[in-house]
């Protein structure tokens, strides 16, 4: 039985991505996009969560390069799921687009990789645990050969009107919020530590399961901790600018209104 790379010798296939393009047009990024892969990542507790993720995975295309092979930027992320790849973390995912260069031959290279992250939360006060989802997109990128990444967060927080509040004779009229935090870092931060910041600065945090005492805590520390759409951008940014650690940010706060049909927006960036 001749072998593989016999047949290959035998009947060589061409390698048209290798050819040369006479237009000499270098393309600043090429790859795939919306690759659903399973991943294993690990944040501040060390402990490796299996996730689905959304990827897409790029390199630089010389301009007398014709094609680039795509079927690399999928082993490369195949690799990931071998039993002894150790799992992604932030911090890790440098080596992945220094890999992907290397792999690839490639001036530059950039890959985005969004999933969703768990948290184990206890209620406040019956204690009872459950998960809550965090949606997470980070974005590496090599190119001229600095490094660049940002790390996304998107986190599910409750806001109470402080007019609303003000105005009425009892109660006030609440919502369910979303807080996104991008942050470009000089040092490897943890995505807990992020999500905490727009939870602590939002009305209250969200849980999955609360039991009737748990119920009356949340809605009584909202009612407490009134917060504008303003109020949550300016919290989270002014945190956020006191932080060594992080050049540059973008802080942005949707209320999905209770008396409209529509949401109130803000957004806050610098450096970015």
């Not at 031959?105 to 768990?118: D, K, L, T, W």
């Amino acid at each position: 039985m001749n072998r593989p790379d016999t047949l290959q010798r035998l009947f060589p296939i061409p390698d048209t991505q290798s050819a040369r393009d006479e237009r000499e047009i270098a393309i600043d990024r090429v790859g795939i996009k919306g690759l659903k892969y399973p991943l294993l990542f690990v944040d501040q507790d060390g402990v490796a969560q299996p996730t689905v993720a959304d990827c897409d995975v790029f390199v630089a295309l010389p301009g007398e390069q014709k094609g680039t092979h795509m079927s690399r930027l999928v082993a490369l992320l195949e690799a990931r799921t071998a039993p002894d790849a150790p799992p992604l973390s932030v911090g890790t995912l440098r080596g992945v687009v220094d890999e992907l260069v290397a792999l690839l031959e490639a001036p530059g290279g950039r890959m985005e990789v969004a999933f969703p992250f768990f948290i184990r939360k206890s209620a406040p006060v019956s204690g009872v645990a459950s998960l809550l989802d965090y949606q997470v997109r980070i974005v590496g990128e090599l190119l001229g050969g600095e490094y660049t990444q940002t790390l996304t967060i998107a986190a599910p927080v409750t806001s109470l009107c402080p007019c609303s509040k003000e105005i009425s004779d009892y109660g006030a009229h609440n919502q369910r919020s979303v807080v996104t935090i991008t942050v470009r870092a000089s040092a490897p931060m943890f995505l807990t530590e992020i999500i905490r910041v727009a939870e602590e600065e939002a009305s209250c945090e969200l849980y999955g399961l609360l039991k009737r005492a748990d119920e009356k805590y949340v809605t009584e520390r909202a009612y407490n901790n009134p917060r504008f759409v303003e109020d949550l951008v300016r919290g989270v940014a002014a945190r956020l600018a006191d932080d060594p650690r992080i050049d540059g940010f973008v802080v942005e706060a949707e209320n999905f209104e209770s008396i409209h049909n529509h949401s109130a927006y803000a957004r806050i960036a610098r450096g970015l």
